[in-house]
């Protein structure tokens, strides 16, 4: 090579940088640490394990109980973020808070599987005694950013929903024979529609629980909501890439309306659905509160495809005197106890919604009251 071409060669020289967009800082420590171990040509921790579960404790105490008691190395990043590092091993821990319960998720690296399998167990191991058994639901939440990249948040609940055949009296056979079959079924797609309260999110919470249960206790669920993060391919390969075994959109009316009326996400379902990528099993369940979209597009619906649209709706007062009994009879009450379905008018309509809540204050009323007897009784016995 010639000085001049040396030259030439000098006053071409490129550079590249990588602009990185980082959700929290707790991925960001783990990503950084692992970007400059390939940098600098270091093994950068070769195995991988995720570890999920929900325990009756609070999500703070079981976060300073694994910073404290495990002997390694602690990074409290936030309330709901922890990474724990020691020799060979690097891991990063997120936690959400439910009423009564937290659920937990764990990616732990290692230098070897061994490292890893110990280090799941010793994390297990402190909350043994509040380990949830019941079936879970790991939902992965998409939404898109306001720079319109789609992001993802997971989130875990228990897959403890109890289905009544008298919320939904349409359904010939009960509702557990019609989400056996459901799940049974070769096709893929099934569309809930109807207004607000009749019982769609609980009956999909259904669904995906005998799916958990199916899967051994923890079905993973592709979720979303937002209409913009359905306008690009990635949450689509997102489901069809990853180990998903359930699609659930809801809101969904701008996607289920026909393609001729100018809907241009529809041919992405009907690609995963049945098309030459397929599902492979894994099932799509469509929720919109609108009881009549209006006609959806024949391709969606057709045999093969669709197993069902399922119209909900609301309670005559006679059905909706059914679901309270069979929600009563679950109540903890006296043996002799009696529970009237008063105040359900004739001529109206009742949404599950209003069902559940009225049946709720009834027994919060009437256990109070037997609490408030039976402290009476006691008083009179001791003479007070």
């Not at 922890?82 to 990063?92: A, C, D, N, Q």
């Not at 230098?111 to 992965?140: F, K, T, W």
């Not at 359900?344 to 009225?358: E, N, P, Q, T």
Request: charged share 25%; net charge negative.
């Amino acid at each position: 090579m010639t000085t001049g071409e040396q030259s030439m060669e000098n006053n071409h020289r490129v550079s590249i940088g990588i602009t990185y967009d980082s959700w929290d800082f707790g991925s960001f420590v783990v990503d950084s640490y692992r970007a400059n171990a390939l940098g600098h040509g270091h093994t950068g921790y070769p195995i991988h394990r995720h570890l999920r579960f929900s325990a009756r404790r609070e999500l703070q105490a079981v976060f300073d109980d694994l910073g404290l008691s495990l002997g390694w190395r602690a990074h409290r990043i936030s309330g709901t973020r922890i990474v724990l590092e020691t020799e060979g091993l690097l891991i990063s821990g997120e936690g959400t808070r439910k009423p009564d319960y937290c659920s937990c998720t764990f990616d732990i690296w290692a230098n070897h599987s061994r490292q890893a399998e110990v280090a799941r167990a010793a994390i297990l191991a402190r909350v043994d005694e509040a380990l949830i058994r019941d079936p879970i639901i790991s939902i992965d939440w998409n939404f898109l950013s306001g720079k319109g990249e789609l992001h993802s948040r997971h989130i875990e609940e228990i897959a403890d929903d109890v289905l009544y055949d008298e919320a939904y009296p349409d359904l010939r056979g009960g509702v557990a024979n019609f989400v056996t079959s459901y799940l049974d079924a070769a096709e893929t797609v099934l569309v809930l529609q109807g207004p607000p309260g009749t019982g769609k999110t609980r009956l999909i919470r259904g669904i995906l629980g005998e799916l958990s249960r199916r899967r051994g206790g923890n079905a993973e669920v592709l979720y979303t909501g937002d209409k913009k993060a359905l306008e690009t391919d990635e949450i689509f390969v997102k489901f069809l890439t990853r180990d998903c075994d359930a699609f659930v959109v809801e809101d969904a009316d701008h996607v289920l309306q026909p393609r001729a009326k100018g809907n241009d996400h529809l041919h992405r379902f009907l690609t995963i659905a049945d098309g030459i990528v397929r599902a492979q099993g894994r099932k799509i369940i469509f929720s919109t509160n609108l009881p009549n979209v209006g006609d959806l597009d024949d391709a969606l619906v057709r045999p093969g495809r669709c197993f069902a649209r399922l119209s909900t709706r609301r309670l005559a007062a006679n059905e909706a005197c059914a679901l309270y009994a069979a929600l009563v009879a679950t109540c903890e009450k006296g043996p002799h106890q009696e529970f009237e379905p008063a105040g359900f008018d004739a001529g109206k309509a009742y949404s599950l919604a209003d069902v559940f809540k009225r049946t709720r204050a009834d027994c919060t009323r009437r256990l109070n009251d037997a609490s408030l007897n039976c402290f009476r009784a006691m008083t009179l016995e001791h003479g007070g």
